[in-house]
């Protein structure tokens, strides 16, 4: 079995940002769209304001997240600071959503060759990226559907997905969908108010190549964004203010269960355009510390190879190596050769 874990540098192909631009270049988006629903210009501005430059995104959503942490939950709904940083999460998460939506238009010819003709029936794919354009050349592939593809269970007549796909810090076409909005009330437990599962939107399902919609979507009210933002204490469930349960933490931990899974299985991991950085502790303990020492590792993360390389030989795997490519696509093109020069 083969996993290939993917990060921000293997989509780049395609037009989306990596992480050192993506602050940069939403907020430039923000402040040129304007959209009847959604003040984006304002809210960049006041986020800049408030917090500093979006240069360094990280940081800056770290400033956000924590300028009203100590504020106690049971006075967060009558606090306007509290509210008024909710808020602007909210639509900076929904910029992101349509940012993305966008760019997806691009053609991804690596994806594309990727899909058809490296992956095989049997493999993982691993990604901390939100995008979908990975998704969509899966399916056109055959290698790929979403009645388990994502990992979850999806209503569709196809049999099961012959590769998975697990979207870690989740994905741009995933909403979170109330529970109420479907029966009327909430299912009771602590932590669950919202379905076991995100819901696709009908034009996301259109994206991928159905023409069939998601029985429990609805019209969408309500339906928060299921991504993960990248901040160093990074949150795998849905918290809201006034709230004290953790929504969809057991979908993640699901999630993140079956990456562990796989990766223990895994005879060959291929590493692409991920950089293990520090702030994705929870994901370098999974690959570090969960992964079957006895694959053969392969890296191909730009000039973050070597340092790549370094901390799998460190963790006490046996048979690393740095393919001689700087990007995905180069490493695709390679591998699609006869014989691959890797």
């Known amino acids: 079995m083969r996993t290939y874990v993917l990060g921000a540098g293997a989509s780049a192909h395609a037009g989306y940002p990596l992480t050192a631009t ?38 800056l959503l770290t400033k956000m997240v924590s300028s009203h942490s100590g504020c106690d939950l049971s006075v967060r709904t ?19 959503i349509e940012f993305f939506t966008q760019i997806r238009n691009n053609a991804a010819r690596a994806y594309e060759r990727f899909s058809s003709e490296i992956l095989n029936p049997g493999d993982c794919v691993i990604t901390f990226n939100y995008d979908v354009s990975l998704d969509r050349e899966l399916y056109l592939a055959h290698k790929w559907n979403v009645s388990d593809g994502y990992g979850f269970s999806f ?8 590769v998975k796909l697990l979207k870690l810090h989740g994905s741009s076409n995933w909403y979170a969908k109330f529970h109420g909005a479907i029966s009327g009330y909430g299912e009771g437990a602590q932590g669950a108010n919202y379905l076991w599962r995100p819901v696709i939107t009908p034009s996301d399902m259109d994206f991928l190549g159905y023409t069939t919609c998601d029985p429990l979507f ?11 933002l990248p901040v160093p204490s990074k949150n795998f469930y849905l918290e809201f203010t006034g709230a ?25 991991i291929v ?12 994901a370098c303990k999974l690959l570090l510390q969960k992964a079957n020492k006895d694959a053969q590792v392969r890296v191909v993360s730009g000039g973050s190879s070597e340092s790549v390389v370094q901390r799998f030989t460190e963790n006490g795997f046996h048979s690393v190596q740095k393919i001689p ?15 691959c020069a890797c």
């Open 22 to 59: 993506l602050g940069h270049r939403l907020f430039e988006w923000m402040k040129a769209t304007n959209v009847a629903d959604a003040p984006y210009p304002e809210t960049a501005a006041s986020i800049e304001s408030g917090f500093g430059p979006a240069q360094d995104f990280e940081q």
């Open 78 to 96: 009558h606090c306007k600071e509290c509210q008024d940083l909710e808020t602007q999460m909210y639509y900076l998460r929904r910029a992101l």
């Open 155 to 162: 209503p569709s007549n196809e049999a099961r997905s012959p």
């Open 218 to 228: 609805g019209n969408g009210a309500g339906c928060p964004p299921l991504i993960v």
């Open 244 to 268: 004290k349960d953790r929504e969809m933490s057991q979908f993640f931990d699901s999630l993140w269960f079956q990456a562990q899974k796989g990766l223990g299985m895994s005879d060959e």
């Open 271 to 282: 590493i692409c355009g991920y950089s293990m950085p520090d702030a994705d502790e929870k």
């Open 325 to 339: 490519h700087r990007r995905f696509e180069e490493w695709v093109e390679c591998e699609c050769a006869s014989p």
